[in-house]
């Protein structure tokens, strides 16, 4: 029966990939030279397409116009010439308008200076609703960290460190191992939309399933909340992803980056984009490494990393309305953890460890807009999953990871698929998503363990995890005013026999009050959804001494929230929400008799709080920000406080985007009410650890542009440690310096 599913859903992408594709006809184009704005207003009543773009990046600007016949996508180009910006398309098929990477005389991209506040507020989403639709419209709280963003963060030279400012998330730091916590639980992990949640464990930290190349990164959408009606399982408090970079055949560029770092570290890579005809490129490789581990109270032995990573896409594009993309990730990482000093308090359970973790994922992808009000997305892929841990105890005797007297392996092998067609009805107010997902993996592995000197072979797994996935979702529009999502989806769970099901749905609703007047700044939001997370294999297949159980069920969670989007003017940015989610069916670790264990669907907690940012920008080259975080997180069984995580969050920053060409960020994380599980108080609690960049771009000529910089995290050289529990402790005052070269073709 499994095998005939398969077949099906192969035969069915196949179909999509390659038997809906065809060729649009050129179209008559009159548009006149002049506004940009009335060019693209144009541009929309010959196409019947909408472009999606933030007004502040067209306002005042003109174009060359068009006349002729040309296919939509020629006509956007030569409507874009020489205004600096250029287009890509989202895996929906929509136009997106947005900056140009060479947009100045010399060839190169400078900072926007129109005002802050409107970019913000205009910024494109796609993972909120699988549609590309604006920040500041989306009925959830929302956040988009941009490559640009990225290239001013301190120390971004990870996907963790990349989102560690953002308001609600919390990243949890074990030397070089991150976990990340989204209002209080790990959200649901995905690569350009795709499911990349391992079934073997729910920590990221131990597969580092987010390990990449930050080269090859184009942004980073949080979205917060239970997201399971658009995201499925494990999305339980929101969904990160990652959607990387594509290729520009009409900028094709190469692009050598690297730096030094405090600890023997060091970080380097390279980017080629580029195309000819109708085929696009992008390759990125990066690797890195780091030998010493120094704190404030020494150096700490074997604590160290390396990692590679690579990403290739291609896209061809048989028509402006058909595109096949082709893209293939590796990424692989040893990161050491454990040598005497490394914890803050001793522990028999201390240990130096060893996670290494590979990834391999290939996947062909068709967008295709068949007529101006369907279009059609189809993506199949295979992957595989392999992470080796090798631990010793205790961790003042290296010898015992040293002789690797205890190993874990384990295996995923992964193909998965999606098809969405997307209906846009009643001139783009109504738009109608739906479509089917399918995830099977195979596990395999095995943990060997040394017991009165003996090593002993020990956990075997081999199982197997599949889910089919049907969901739809509906955007309304009625009127300005007003903005309707809703939508469900049904997964269907076969975890190594046991089947599992839930129906989970979301609605949303997003109020613009002032949207038929100049003042158009202002979003009132709301929504209420649902969601579940599956048990691990882990949870299911330990022996049950250890607490495997094979019937638990799936975890539940509903919430709701209320917020408010708010532009003031043009100097300032305020966004404000308020939240509740009722967790129940937790998993927890129960004794039930002395020395063994068992995995129960016991627990009930309910998690609630509020996030508030605040950004003023009081001149044109500066930003201020703030956010503050403060969640309460209650066992509601057994009536008491949960521990182990902060309840305050408060970040501080200051950004200069450009200033005669120099760019600068500082900021300043601060973590208040983190007790350690025994309800003492954390050792780094009320602590602000303070991190900055320096950036300088200098455009030697038409074609090449070096961007030198120096990073220091910690910068008052504070001892700290993490607020991942156990703590360990935290680097020194670390210092990198680098720079990137780019050459323009």
Known sequence: MKQRKRVALLGAVVLLLFGFVSFAVAEDFRIPKGSLEQALNAYSDVTGKRPVYMNALVK????????GNFSSEEAMSKILEGTGLTFTLTHDGNMVIQKSRNSDSS?????????????????????????????????????VVSDEDIKLMPGADSYYEAIKNVAGVNILKDGHNSLIRL?????????????????VTNSSMITNSMN???GSVERIEVIKGPQAAIHGSKA??????????????????????????????????????????????????????????????????????????????????????HEITFDYTYNRSENRNGGEGFF???????????????????????????????????????????????YGRPNVEPIHFLNKENLAFYKENILQGEVRGTMTLLDERLKAIFGLQYKDTDLTGYADTTMAGQKQPRHPYNSEEEYFAPFAQVEFKPNPYLLLVGGVRYDDYDSGGKKMS????????????????????????????????????????????????PDLEPEEAKGWEIGLKQRIKTWANLEFSYFQTDYTSLIELKGTEPGKWLFLNVGEAKYKGYEALFEVYPTDWLILHFSFSDMDRED??????????????????????????????????????????????????NDIIWSAKLLYQWNINDKFRLQPFISVENLTDKTHYSRYLPPSIMEERTIQAGATLRMNF
């Not at 005042?60 to 006349?67: A, H, M, Y």
């Not at 699988?130 to 956040?143: E, F, N, Q, S, W």
């Not at 969601?531 to 294999?537: C, V």
């Open 502 to 549: 839930s129906t989970n749905p979301n609605i949303g609703l997003s109020v613009f009050p002032f949207a038929s007047t100049n003042y158009n700044w202002t979003t009132l939001w709301a929504s209420y959804s649902k969601s579940f997370k599956t048990p691990t294999a882990a949870q299911r297949y330990l022996p049950a001494f250890l607490g495997g159980n």
């Open 212 to 214: 990449m190349g930050m």
């Open 60 to 67: 005042g600007k003109e174009s060359p116009g068009v006349r």
């Open 636 to 685: 509601i069984l057994k009536k008491r406080k949960l521990t182990g995580q902060p309840n305050q969050t408060l970040q501080y920053g200051l950004t200069i985007p450009d200033l005669y060409g120099f760019s600068f960020s500082l900021w300043g994380s601060q973590f208040k009410e983190l007790k350690l599980w025994g309800g003492d108080n954390h050792p780094s609690e």
């Open 344 to 390: 803050y308090e001793k522990s028999p359970w201390n240990s130096i460890n060893s996670m290494e973790p590979e990834t391999q994922a290939a996947f062909l992808t068709y967008n295709g807009k068949f007529t101006d009000f369907f279009s059609l997305y189809a993506t199949l892929g295979t992957g595989k999953n392999e992470f080796e841990l090798i």
């Open 236 to 321: 339980v408090s929101g969904v990160v992803n990652v959607i990387r970079k594509k290729g520009d055949k009409d900028n094709p560029f190469a692009e050598l980056r690297g730096f030094f770092g405090s600890g023997d570290e060091t970080n380097g890579g390279v980017s080629l984009s580029g195309g000819f005809n109708k085929l696009a490129y992008f390759l990125d490789f990066s690797t890195g490494k780091q030998d010493e581990y120094k704190t404030p109270k020494g150096d700490i032995p074997y604590v160290d990393y390396e990692r590679k990573n690579l990403f290739a896409r291609l896209d061809y594009t048989f028509s402006e309305d």
């Open 107 to 143: 060839g190169f991209h400078k900072h926007n200076s129109v005002p802050a506040a409107s970019m913000e507020q205009e910024q494109v989403v796609i993972t909120a609703t699988k549609t590309a639709i604006k920040t500041k419209d989306v009925p959830a709280a929302v956040d």
């Open 183 to 199: 209002r209080g639980m790990e959200p649901s992990m995905l690569h350009d939309g795709r499911d990349m949640n391992p079934f």
